[in-house]
């Protein structure tokens, strides 16, 4: 099933989710302030819609497990907490649940359909081929958008450049990072990167932790300005985090490594990101803020390069 018939499918599944939810908090508040209204002592019951949308929607690019996870727990605790209502409803004398009972409850429901409508907001942003927690282009769009531009680079000439860039320690700062900072950090270098780049150029998150600028009409050497003033922006920014790297706590300051290339006519994208990858690795220093040119050579030259 194509990822976009997927996402539109999610997206268009959550709308009836919070109008059944509309409806059941209706009902519930009918049986709370009006319990002659009705015999029974349990809180109205509602389709199992929600439960089906989280088993589709699992493993999809707009929301991850723990997210995934934490609204589960939201909604779960959300209906112990009506039928509980409900039941003091029924057996205090006054007639009415506590008011701190009530008030609780009434902050998980609002905070979980605050949630379905984020979650509603990012479904469309995924469609539309935006990453979400970047605010960049997402590697789907890209593979499109760049090669369009060798399309053009080989048919009129036209010269664009890409810059690969990498967050430096990664695999440190992911495991010791919590999910609200890693999120807080990918904010930051999604808008530092729309920052450096031209209104008619794009930035494009190409994987977890890989980002690519399509800077057109630009040499090489427009791409290495590019990445220049990048640099310059994190070093401004002084993004801080602490890594426990060998039992020894130390902060860091985010930076980043970066690879330019200008596409040359006959190139494909899947090799020029190839290369570039390749060659980041093989310079990108400890310190990191690497920053180079990728230079085009021939297959042998490189596999001579490779195995040396």
């Known amino acids: 099933m194509p990822v976009d018939y997927e996402l539109e499918q999610n997206l268009k599944a959550l709308a009836p989710v919070l109008d059944e939810h509309a409806d059941w908090y209706a009902r519930l508040m009918k049986k709370i302030l009006y319990p002659e209204t009705t015999e029974s002592a349990q809180a109205p019951g509602i389709s199992n819609g929600f439960g089906e949308w989280c088993a589709k929607a699992k493993g999809q690019s707009f929301i991850d497990e723990a997210t995934l996870r934490d609204l589960l727990r939201v909604y ?182 970066y690879c330019v290339a200008e596409p040359v006519p006959g190139d494909t994208l899947e090799e020029l990101l190839a290369n570039m990858r390749s060659d980041l690795q093989r310079w990108k220093e400890e310190e990191g803020g690497a920053a180079l040119e990728y230079v085009e050579i021939s297959p042998l030259q490189r596999y001579i390069t490779d195995n040396d």
């Open 76 to 257: 779960d605790e959300m209906h112990k907490l009506a039928q509980a209502l409900v039941s003091k409803t029924f057996t205090s004398k006054s007639k009415k649940p506590p008011y701190d009972d009530f008030e609780q409850f009434n902050s998980l429901y609002e905070g979980f359909i605050q949630r379905l409508r984020r979650l509603e907001q990012d479904c469309a942003l995924a469609d539309s081929g935006m990453d979400i927690e970047t605010g960049l282009r997402s590697a789907k769009s890209m593979e499109r958008d760049v090669r369009r531009e060798l399309e053009r680079r080989e048919r009129r000439g036209n010269p664009f450049t890409l810059a690969l860039a990498k967050i430096d320690n990664f695999n440190q700062i992911k495991d010791n990072l919590s999910e609200d900072q890693m999120k807080a950090m990918y904010e930051v270098v999604g808008r530092l990167i729309r920052k450096c780049i031209r209104s008619f150029d794009d930035g494009y998150r190409s994987d977890t932790n890989e980002f690519v600028m399509c800077l057109k009409h630009s040499v090489a050497s427009g791409g290495t300005a590019a990445v220049n003033r990048l640099s310059s922006y994190l070093e401004d920014e002084n993004f801080l985090f602490e890594l426990d790297i060998d039992g020894e706590k130390k902060r860091y300051t985010l930076t980043m490594s």
